[in-house]
T-cell receptor
Framework: DTAVSQTPKYLVTQMGNDKSIKCEQN?????MYWYKQDSKKFLKIMFS???????INETVPNRFSPKSPDKAHLNLHINSLELGDSAVYFC?????????????FGEGSWLTVV | KNQVEQSPQSLIILEGKNCTLQ??????????LRWYKQDTGRGPVSLTI???SENTKSNGRYTATLDADTKQSSLHITASQLSDSASYIC?????????????WGAGTKLIIKP
């Protein structure tokens, strides 16, 4: 059983389009995250949600909007896609953002903007 | 500025050999340090976590060390196997506050050759 699952795994789209990436975790965790891994391989946090409330937004452009219908889901919607948005986006979850619990990652969504 | 630097950037060794990966950080105040393994095309998976008071921790053939005084950590892999081929990422967590930070290194790409 997949702990953190995200879809789609691969997405190729044109500049200016709007797209969404969905994420679900079945671990019962309270905190979910979206990370972006660019070509330099750094993982950068974009958003963190704790019990459906946004707690971190690391200066991400407002074209990116996370939506959490419940604590098991955190979807990422991207408006007006740009070439620089091409990257791998990882969804993740952890039991508690304060205690430093292990973060469990999904398999990643490869976004290519052409 | 909080930073995590890893070396080498990439490493190729023969199957069965040992290797050591380095992580230097400037994150302060320090809470803990994790090593993650990221297989190609997959999300990162936690290998070990080191807190301030821990010097050495083992997880099978992986042994992590931490010197909090010099702000250095290492990951030693013994008797390498082909499945060890992956990127190994060092992540340092700043101390607890309302917006704790995880600072990710760029990773060391390890290739094990038969």
């Amino acid at each position: 059983d997949t702990a953190v699952s995200q879809t789609p795994k691969y997405l190729v789209t044109q500049m200016g389009n709007d797209k969404s990436i969905k994420c679900e975790q079945n671990l019962g965790h309270d905190t979910m995250y979206w990370y972006k891994q660019d070509s330099k391989k750094f993982l950068k946090i974009m958003f963190s949600y704790n019990n459906k409330e946004l707690i971190i937004n690391e200066t991400v452009p407002n074209r990116f909007s996370p939506k959490s219908p419940d604590k098991a889901h955190l979807n990422l919607h991207i408006n007006s896609l740009e070439l620089g948005d091409s990257a791998v986006y990882f969804c993740a979850s952890s039991g508690d953002r304060i205690s430093g619990n292990t973060i469990y990652f999904g398999e990643g969504s490869w976004l290519t903007v052409v | 500025k909080n930073q995590v630097e890893q070396s080498p950037q990439s490493l190729i060794i023969l199957e069965g050999k040992n290797c050591t990966l380095q992580c230097n950080y400037t994150v302060s105040p320090f809470s803990n340090l994790r090593w993650y393994k990221q297989d190609t095309g997959r999300g990162p998976v936690s290998l070990t976590i080191m807190t301030f008071s821990e010097n050495t921790k083992s997880n099978g053939r992986y042994t992590a060390t931490l010197d909090a005084d010099t702000k250095q950590s290492s990951l030693h892999i013994t008797a390498s196997q082909l499945s060890d081929s992956a990127s190994y990422i060092c992540v340092v967590r700043g101390t607890m506050d309302s917006n704790y930070q995880l600072i990710w290194g760029a990773g060391t790409k390890l290739i094990i050759k038969p």
